[in-house]
């Protein structure tokens, strides 16, 4: 009987070890082709003393404030710019340790960049989308201001956002919704 | 609060490594361990030293990933909790904290406070699991368990992974942590068919590995944060000398009726 999860001296073995092996070859490349080594990294916020720990409390801070459970456009361009701000991590966060060593300093650097394009493009898309739907609500389009609130929608879209490549801005796709059977409703939350 | 600590500070694999003395003032009792190690941390950064590295990820105690001696107790002073879940009210102003990584010859030092586990995986890809191809799930009633044995095997199946039970024990037995998972499987039917192979595979990979053997001292228990009883230890040996017995008798019966 053959169980699947065997893993003696087996050709089963050598092939998942392969298939590793190249998953990483293929993230190690792409990692280094989308940024900045981790030499360069490390070289370059030696005269700052700005930490990632900084870095990643000021991003928390703006995506609660202003990218939160309710929006407004005056909000969410503030938190644009204040993101684009942020950005000066890449040319000025302090980081010790060594880049080929365990270095969980640099692992966060990296996941607080990635952090910060995830949470600049989810402030534009808020910006973009000027009703409320689902999850997303824009203060604009609450009718009532001081009850519960309810929400409007207008003709309805999917978005999708397009990588156009490192340091370009993404491109925005939409696609018209036409509900032909279940119509759009104001949903009220009394 | 103002803290001495006195932490393990290790380049690589193959430096040797040395204790470092370092003072933090304004710690608030209500910071979590590793909370206080990121503040000291932020503060060796400003001065431009490498910072402490440790373990670390769901910082809730359900991970298995954080793990260090404090004062020489694997997790600290608390019963029943990891690293993550100690806080800080649990020292006074002005006391001295001994911080080390994980002791044991199997657990390798990589840097600091991190230790190489992955002995642990070694010993689950022995045999920590079910030999049953996936599928459809069957109706929930199909297999029949009793409410006890499935307690028990909850009881076992707690076991995170830490390795605070090596830390603990003087001899670095990886016992418990081995017993834990085959304690689980032998209590279930779907741990039914390899059950003997397992408990033999399992225990030949933990002594493999360079873990010492049991001496029935129980820091084990008291460190691990699942709280398992060393029942289980005693569980694996019975285990253990059944699957001797059963393999020797169905070889004895197949040659037989071959």
């Given amino acids: 009987m053959v169980t699947s999860c065997c893993l003696t001296r087996s050709v089963r073995t050598s092939q998942a070890l392969n298939c590793y092996r190249s998953i990483r070859k293929l993230l190690s490349l792409e990692r280094r082709r989308r940024h900045p080594s981790s030499d360069q990294l490390m070289q370059v916020g030696s005269r700052s003393s700005k930490t990632v720990l900084e870095y990643y409390r000021e991003l928390g801070l703006v995506m609660w404030d202003k990218v939160g459970m309710a929006r407004n456009e005056k909000g969410l361009k503030e938190a644009i710019s204040k993101i684009d701000g942020l950005s000066d991590l890449w040319s000025n966060v302090r980081i010790t340790g060594e880049a080929k060593a365990h270095n969980k300093t640099l692992e966060l650097a990296g996941r607080v960049a990635d952090l910060l394009e995830l949470g600049q493009l989810m402030a534009r898309d808020a910006l973009e989308r000027a009703e409320s739907c689902g999850g997303h609500f824009r203060e604009e389009s609450a009718t009532l201001p001081r009850a519960k609130r309810c929400e409007t929608t207008s003709n309805g879209h999917a978005a999708v956002w397009e990588w156009q490549g490192q340091g370009q801005t993404q491109k925005l796709h939409k696609e018209k919704l036409d509900f032909e059977v279940v119509h759009l409703a104001q949903r009220s939350y009394k | ?258």
């Fill in chain 2, 1 to 258: 609060m103002k803290i001495k600590l006195v932490v393990w500070r290790q380049k690589d694999r193959k430096s040797a490594g040395a204790f470092q003395e370092y003072e933090l003032d304004g710690v608030l009792p209500e910071m979590s361990f590793l909370e206080m190690l990121d503040v000291m941390n932020e503060k060796l950064i400003g001065q431009g030293k490498d910072a402490i590295e440790f373990d670390s990820d769901c910082r809730e105690g359900i991970c298995g990933s954080c793990g260090c001696l404090i004062n020489g107790q694997a997790h600290g002073p608390e019963l029943g909790t990891t690293t993550c879940q100690l806080y800080m009210r649990a020292f006074a102003d002005g006391d001295t904290i001994v911080i080390e990584p994980w002791r044991a010859k199997a657990f390798e030092v990589v840097r600091d406070l991190v230790v190489d586990r992955a002995a642990f995986d070694r010993i689950q890809q022995a045999g920590g699991y079910t030999g049953a191809k996936t599928g459809p799930h069957p109706d929930g009633n199909a297999n029949l368990v009793p409410k006890q044995h499935a307690d028990l095997a909850m009881d076992n199946a707690a076991c995170i992974g830490c390795g605070a039970c090596v830390a603990a024990c003087p001899n670095a037995s990886a016992s418990l942590f081995t017993a834990a998972k085959i304690t689980q499987l032998s209590l279930l039917p779907q741990g039914g068919p390899l059950r003997e192979a397992r408990v033999v595979r399992m225990v030949k990979q933990m002594d493999l590995e360079g873990f010492g053997n049991c001496s029935n001292i129980g820091e084990c228990r008291s460190a691990c944060p699942a709280e398992i009883s060393i029942e289980s230890i005693a569980t694996m040996k019975r285990e253990y000398m059944r699957a001797l017995i059963v393999t020797e008798k169905r070889e004895a019966k197949a040659e037989g009726a071959g």
